[in-house]
């Protein structure tokens, strides 16, 4: 799989192949496998420190602290400071703007 940005795969590029080969049913299943893995089991949410110990495995060890934070605040709709389940999912999805392109074509096409 080649993007325009060389031979690497953009996430906003791989969301929508994922929903296309998996289903609506199979990627919200795999969103929830992906916030289980980053979430601090005590709290039940993507907090920055559940982040952080994460961002080495997920490629983002680069990142300062107040890139994450922002990252956190991008999807924290409720503003306690953490993600639970939904914010992330949700922000996933606005992560991959095609994903939403595509699924409003399907939907005017029936």
Do not use: N
């Amino acid at each position: 799989m080649e993007s325009d940005k060389g031979s690497s795969v953009q996430f906003q590029d791989f969301l929508p192949l994922m929903a296309r080969k998996l289903g609506v049913e199979g990627l919200i299943q795999e969103l929830c496998k992906g916030f289980q893995l980053l979430m601090e089991p005590r709290a039940g949410k993507i907090t920055i420190w559940s982040l952080k110990q994460s961002a080495a495995r997920l490629g983002l060890g680069q990142l300062q602290d107040d890139e994450l934070l922002e990252m956190m605040k991008e999807g924290d709709l409720d503003e306690d400071g953490a993600l639970d389940q939904m914010e992330f999912c949700i922000l996933m999805v606005r992560l991959s703007p095609d994903l939403m392109e595509e699924e409003a074509y399907m939907m005017f096409q029936h």
